[in-house]
C-alpha cells in the first residue's frame, strides 16, 4: 500500500510560481510512474503532467507545457511539480497519482487526498 500526501498548495498571484510535492509513504514509489492530474471546479479532473519510474521520460498536457516541470526524488520517495508562471485558469484541487500501468490516464493504484491551488488576477 502506497499512501501518497500533497503539499505546497496555496494562493498566489497570476505570473507567480509555486511547488508542490507528494511525499509517499508505506512502499516505494521507485517503480511507479506518477502523475500530477488537477480537478477544476464544476469541471472533470484533467491530466497536467506524468513521469516515469526512472524519472527519463515526462508527458505534459499542452495547457502547462513550458510552464510545469515534474520531476521525482526516489531516495526521498517525493514527486514533484514546479508550477512558473501561473495562470488563473490553473486554478483547481491538484492530485498525485502512483501507477504500474499507463501514467497518462487515470486508471491508476493510488491516489492522494490533493492540494488546493487558487490562482488570482
Known amino acids: 500500500q502506497v499512501r501518497l500526501v500533497e503539499s505546497g498548495g496555496g494562493l498566489v498571484q497570476a505570473g507567480d510560481s509555486l511547488r508542490l510535492s507528494c511525499a509517499a509513504s508505506?512502499?516505494?514509489?521507485?517503480?511507479?510512474?506518477m502523475t500530477w492530474f488537477r480537478q477544476a471546479p464544476g469541471k472533470e479532473r484533467e491530466f497536467v503532467a506524468a513521469i516515469s519510474w526512472s524519472g527519463g521520460s515526462t508527458h505534459y498536457a499542452d495547457s502547462v507545457k513550458g510552464r510545469f516541470t515534474i520531476s521525482r526524488d526516489n531516495a526521498k520517495n517525493t514527486l514533484y511539480l514546479q508550477m512558473n508562471s501561473l495562470k488563473p485558469e490553473d486554478t483547481a484541487i491538484y492530485y498525485c497519482?502512483?501507477?504500474?500501468?499507463?501514467?497518462?490516464?487515470?486508471?491508476?493504484?493510488?491516489w492522494g487526498q490533493g492540494t488546493q491551488v487558487t490562482v488570482s488576477s
Open positions: 508505506g512502499r516505494t514509489i521507485s517503480r511507479y510512474h
Open positions: 497519482a502512483a501507477t504500474g500501468g499507463n501514467p497518462l490516464t487515470d486508471d491508476v493504484d493510488y
